[in-house]
DNA sequence: TTGCGTGCAAAGGTTTTGCATGGCA
DNA sequence: TGCCATGCAAAACCTTTGCACGCAA
């Protein structure tokens, strides 16, 4: 059967953070910040379990890790989206592309590789670096 | 002026054991096992000092970061080439997809985006796994 | 009252850095 | 001899875990 859960302050915080900043990424660290300056203070062990649950619950994505840098995490509205992060300058950003979906099933035909779209970041250079 | 460089052993060991697999993909540790296991032991801060050398000089590629996972290092061959991981069982391999260089066009075209074919990372489940 | 959630401190794993020593040219 | 390379130990860094306490239901 389903473990019970409770609805908590620090719970209530880091989702209301992240409903207000939907298309945002932003890491464990930085929403701990954040969470201190408003005066809602989560310690940062609860802010990662938070997130890891809430990656469970398929309501946040933990997404888009560069290199050294810690792991990144958004909200999740609506369909999944591929991510674009520049190698010059860190921008993390989404893909919104049509021709992605025709990839993805090439993939899968000729590759038999069933494509993760929202797991998948694309490396490059974005238009303001090059 | 261009800095002196020295022929060592141990960059040697790390250079013979890449190209003899060039195919391969191997962490920092498991090359420093490696090496230990065929008499020719390299201390692993050597191992990650020559690496990062390497790639710096075009030689090696540091590349299919798996979340939690040690990054993984290959010798670098022919042309770039883009990474496909399994989600699953965590295999890496490489993607040989004559269509990758359209979809990457149109990313350049219409995104403005400059996709580095061989640092992005296409994450799914692979043939065996699904 | 029950037992999940919290938060501190400590440990974990990977990678980097400081520093004295070693070895190539 | 000059000075880059090495390797040990220690630090840095992000993240997870142990454990006692707090708090929602």
């Known amino acids: 059967m389903k473990k019970k859960e409770y609805a908590t302050k620090q719970r209530e915080a880091v989702l ?8 945002c990424h932003f890491t464990a660290e930085s929403l701990y910040e954040y969470l201190k ?12 379990r938070t997130l890891e649950k809430l990656v469970r ?26 991510h674009i992060v520049c190698t010059r300058c ?4 989404h893909l919104e592309c049509g021709q992605i979906d025709a990839f993805a ?10 494509l993760d779209k929202s797991k998948t970041v694309f490396y490059g250079v974005c238009g303001k670096c090059r």
Do not use: W
Not at 37 to 48: A, F, K, N, Q
Not at 105 to 114: M, Q, R
């Open 16 to 23: 209301e953070y992240m409903t207000a900043n939907k298309d």
């Open 37 to 48: 300056g408003v005066g809602s203070p989560v310690g940062l062990t609860t802010v990662y």
């Open 57 to 82: 619950e398929g309501v946040a994505e933990k997404c888009g890790l560069q290199d050294g840098m810690p792991a990144c995490y958004e909200y999740v509205c609506g369909t999944p989206r591929s």
């Open 90 to 93: 860190g921008k993390i950003a």
């Open 105 to 114: 099933d090439h993939i899968s035909d000729a590759h038999s590789f069933g």
